[in-house]
């Protein structure tokens, strides 16, 4: 799972960053004197690997979601890092079926893909043992 952050003012400082430019403000001109160029922005990238192998208890996911059983049961093992097929395979249904299932969660979980259904579940996931 990666998080970008942007980095200003006093928390730039207290990381050791030059100060952003203000263009209202901008004095020095880092084309005539490169030693006065300064980013325009600065961003912090966070980079987590995601857990895998850790199933979440689908009645979490259940009541918290509002889901069915059977969309818990399938995102819980989405989410553990199974694909479609391997969870419709545990689950002992088609991998048709799955995939019907899997677009009713992404409904009501408001995500578009399975990466952004895995990165959501990551959180229940980090509590499981």
Avoid: Y
Wanted: net charge neutral; no cysteine.
């Amino acid at each position: 799972m990666v998080w970008t952050l942007p980095v200003i003012g006093a928390s730039a400082a207290h990381l050791g960053l030059p100060p952003t430019v203000d263009p209202g403000r901008a004095s020095a001109d880092p084309v005539s004197d490169p030693s006065q160029a300064q980013p325009d922005s600065h961003v912090l990238v966070l980079a987590q690997p995601l857990e895998q192998d850790r199933v979440i208890d689908p009645s979490v996911l259940r009541n918290t979601f509002d889901l069915t059983l059977g969309e818990a049961r399938l995102a819980a093992l989405l989410g553990s890092g199974m694909t479609v097929k391997q969870s419709a395979d545990t689950l002992g249904i088609t991998e048709g079926t799955a995939r019907v299932v899997l677009k009713r969660v992404f409904q009501k979980l408001g995500v578009g893909r399975q990466a952004e259904l895995v990165a959501k579940l990551a959180v229940f996931a980090r509590g499981a043992s």
